[in-house]
């Protein structure tokens, strides 16, 4: 086992300023202050990052898996990964568009979890929302469509199948799945914009939806 990077605090000794930061900045050292030039020293014992024990495994719980509708950016996707990761997301399936882990640039955010949880690439994903719906899946898409009902009145069979789909950045997810699906979800909004980043809006989603049907994390 790879053991734990060890970092320190550094502070600016210039009681003006006294800047402070992390030691896991790019630069490999950092002599003095990027601020006001003057020396800088570490402010703490080295520590590692403080990580959560992993729970249990939950040996049979309701398939949840997810569904990325034609989606453009390596970054998006590669955040998607981490916390589906997290969430203890069963599969995710990337459909027409979508980058795959192949692509260098997904590992920026995705941090490895690209390669651990189970993926599938479907040219397309109104086909494969049928057959999922087929398979007696329940298809709950995140959009933030008229009609929409909010992700936190959901009301679903909670030991049935789930498949969560969210869509391209910018076109959102196609007429034809949202037609398809059995709920059509959104996340209420109270400022100016009308929609969250897609990394965000997912990373609300997938843990309110377990936390709405119990599903194990």
Known sequence: MTPEPEFVMLQCKNPDCRFRCPSNLSEKSLPVCPICG??????????????????????????????????????????????????????????????????????????????????????????????????????????????????????????RPVLLVVGNEVSGIDPGILEESDLVCSIPMSGVKSSLNVAVAFGIAVYTIKSIYRLAI
């Open 38 to 159: 003057s020396p800088i020293v570490s402010a703490t014992a080295p520590f590692t990052n403080q990580k959560l024990a992993r729970p249990q495994a939950v040996e049979s719980h309701p398939v949840f898996e997810v569904m990325l509708d034609n989606l453009r950016s390596t970054l998006n996707v590669g955040s998607i990964f981490r916390t589906a990761d997290g969430a203890g997301i069963d599969r995710l399936h990337l459909c027409g568009t979508t980058p795959t882990p192949e692509h260098p640039k997904i590992a920026k955010t995705g941090l490895g979890a690209e390669w651990t949880l189970p993926w599938e690439m479907h040219r397309n994903g109104l086909d494969f929302t049928r057959s999922r719906q087929n398979a007696g899946v329940a298809v709950i898409s995140l959009e933030a469509a008229p009609s929409a009902k909010s992700i936190f009145d959901l009301d679903l069979q909670a030991s």
